[in-house]
């Protein structure tokens, strides 16, 4: 057996045992165990992990450890200002899309609400999910660290809070996605893309208040479901902007740690 020690940083230090968190793990480990194995070892799924660093230098999954190693885990952290060598995944989510299980369905409305393509599954098993993220190439979102486990799984986020709207805000800052908020673009109801449809081609579907007190609308090419900007508009539109002002979290201590 050879012996490596461990330093999780940040968010990574809730999947550790209360013993552990922010201090050194030293870990016993077969001498061709991959670090993959080892980071689940430590209850915390690979998905959460952005960069590894064994003795400060930047490696992989598949990376094998001698012993001594010292090897510092960073969380996903899209804002993190690092050169591209240093990212453990090889393409960043820039046009990131999203795939919510069974227990987020308001998050993925919500998204849908900012623009966001994401699909809402609540009826199929955990290999189906897997399935879909990797062929769509949809960033899994879940309250189920197990799941996030799953060897073949390449993007999964680990959704913390318990409120749909704590959650959003919490992933817009965790993947800095405030600069790529496109609200009102996008169907809430079954993520289809919305597009402006003449007044008279949808007249007959409105309610008489609204046929009076509105001009511009825009229909849904997926459902057909016809959207205008109605009361809530106004009170939506103030909360994108709080919502795009959301820092990123971590910035500064991401920067120190470095
Ligand atoms: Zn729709």
């Known amino acids: 057996m050879a012996r490596a020690v461990f330093r999780c940083y940040a968010e990574l230090n809730d999947f550790l045992s209360p013993g552990r968190r922010q201090r050194d793990i030293e870990l016993e480990h077969a001498p061709e165990a991959p670090l993959r194995h080892l980071i689940e070892t430590l209850g915390i799924p690979r998905t959460e992990v952005e960069l590894i660093l064994v003795n400060g230098v930047s490696v992989g999954l598949d990376r094998r450890l001698a012993e001594g190693d010292r090897v510092s885990l960073y969380p996903l952290f899209e804002a993190l200002d690092v050169s591209p060598e240093l990212r453990l995944r090889t393409h960043p989510l820039r046009d990131p899309r999203f795939l919510a299980d069974a227990h987020l369905g308001k998050l993925a409305r919500y998204l849908r609400l900012l623009g966001f393509d994401a699909r809402f599954e609540n009826d199929c098993g955990d290999q189906t999910l897997v399935q879909v993220a990797r062929a769509e190439h949809r960033i899994l979102l879940t309250r189920d660290r197990a799941l996030l486990m799953r060897r073949e799984l390449t993007h999964g986020c680990y959704i913390r809070a318990g409120s749909p709207w704590n959650q959003l805000e919490g ?15 996008r169907c809430m109801r079954c993520n289809g893309v919305l597009a402006s449809v003449d007044k008279g081609a949808v007249v007959g579907q409105l309610p008489s208040r609204v046929r009076d007190a509105f001009d511009l609308f825009w229909r849904c090419e997926g459902c057909a479901q016809v959207y205008w900007r109605g009361s809530h508009y106004q009170r939506l539109q103030r909360r994108v902007a709080e919502l795009r002002a959301l820092t990123p979290c971590r910035a500064s201590l991401y920067k120190l740690s470095l």
Do not use: A, K, M, N
């Open 171 to 185: 992933l817009i800052r965790r993947l800095d996605l405030g600069r790529l908020l496109r609200p009102f673009t």
